[in-house]
């Protein structure tokens, strides 16, 4: 495996750095987080210049890229302080793709253009969380039309993203394994209410509960095959997890930068910090993490290039990069001290976007329990 940088790729970077230092200084990143406001301009943006379109095919007004240019990409807009935590768009359409109709795919397609996620992810619930067998909502039949009833919990993009995609229940189903069929609906339809939940990070995107009360839709909102929308779901995962390291991998980086060059330039006893050892361990350890996050993150990039299964690697890579990015960051936070706690720094706030990482997408416990059966099942018969 060879991670040298191509040309395109190097040039692509370099634009991603110059169009958010040009256009996205940190104030509006910042102003942004602290009213709680989706950053629409930098996403325009972004689908302008091509970088949100990454990975989308040219027959749907994307630009071809394969999997290791895509967390490329989203590694550095982390790496610039922006969110890249918002950087979906490729993901909703390589699930329309595989399992959407021809019409879903155009109305995705569509939006994707304006940088925009097309739909939020509908699963979560109260009752179900980490365990997806236990999704109570349901889609029931009558004169034509098809009425999903329920409740979800921790969406987000419920307000920001034109459209949601619903995974409900059959009750009538007998198979336990294929009761789960997924839904394309507009969340404003009549029916649907969603109310803020009020979170530690990621305030420039809004995180819902959603209530679904006899809301009717039509026989071609279904996405995919019915009473497969778990194992739909499951393969949809093994990318976001992907997509989740490079972002976590990105954080990292701008917090370790951040707090690198305040250590070169924060005197105290008559020497900048950066001279004590305590520091120089804290960067050394940093460095150290961030490089592994790399080889993680662009290994599983290449498998995917080159259709390898993700079902193990993905998992371990989150679960390694949201921990350690975790730990780089409240670092940084430490090397800068007080000031690194207010909101006039942002490591600040990659402090408190990075940690949901570990929840988001799969459970530290989660991943671990997904591979290490994949791992001990290596072994079994050895």
Not at 109 to 131: C, K, R
Not at 183 to 207: C, E, F, Q, Y
Not at 306 to 320: F, H, P, Q
Request: with cysteine.
């Amino acid at each position: 495996m060879d991670f040298k940088l191509t040309e395109e790729q190097e040039l692509l970077l370099s634009s991603i750095g110059e169009l958010i230092s040009k256009n996205f200084p940190d104030d509006y990143f910042r102003t942004c987080d602290e009213s709680g406001k989706f950053p629409v301009e930098f996403m325009n943006a972004l689908a302008e210049n091509g970088i949100s379109l990454l990975g989308i095919p040219e027959e749907h007004g994307g630009i071809p890229a394969d999997m290791v240019t895509q967390v490329l990409a989203i590694e550095e807009i982390g790496r610039m302080g922006a969110p890249a935590y918002l950087m979906t768009n490729g993901l909703c359409i390589h699930n329309m793709l595989k399992f959407g109709t021809p019409e879903q795919i155009a109305k995705i397609s569509e939006v994707s253009q304006t940088g925009i996620p097309g739909y939020s992810l509908a699963f979560t619930e109260p009752q179900a969380g980490s365990d997806n067998s236990r999704i109570a909502t349901t889609y029931t039949r009558k004169n034509g039309k098809v009425y999903l009833n329920g409740q979800k919990t921790f969406i987000t993009g419920a307000k920001d993203s034109p459209y949601m995609l619903v995974l409900a229940k059959d009750p009538e189903a007998k198979d336990p394994k294929h009761c789960f069929t997924m839904w394309l609906i507009d969340p404003t339809a009549p029916g649907v209410k969603r109310n803020d939940l009020h979170k530690v990070g990621w305030h420039m995107v809004s995180n819902c509960e959603v209530f679904l009360d006899n809301v009717e839709i039509d026989e071609s909102d279904m996405v995919g095959k019915e009473g497969y929308g778990f194992i739909h779901l499951m393969g949809n995962f093994e990318i976001e997890r992907l997509v989740i390291a490079a972002h976590a991998l990105g954080a990292a980086e701008c917090a370790f930068e951040d707090a690198a060059k305040y250590a070169t330039q924060r005197v105290q006893f008559n020497q900048p910090i950066s001279q004590f050892q305590m520091i120089q361990l804290k960067l050394t350890q940093m460095a150290i993490k961030i490089q592994n996050m790399k080889n993680y993150v662009y290994r599983t990039a290449w498998e995917s290039d080159n259709d390898i299964s993700l079902r193990c690697s993905s998992a371990m890579c989150k679960v390694y990069c949201a921990q350690s990015s975790c730990e780089v960051v409240d670092d940084a936070l430490q090397i800068m001290g007080g000031i690194g706690y207010t909101n006039d720094t942002r490591v600040s706030r990659l402090w408190r976007d990075i940690r949901v990482n570990r929840i988001g997408g799969g459970t530290d416990e989660i991943m671990v329990y997904i591979a290490g059966r994949q791992i001990t099942q290596q072994y079994q018969n050895k």
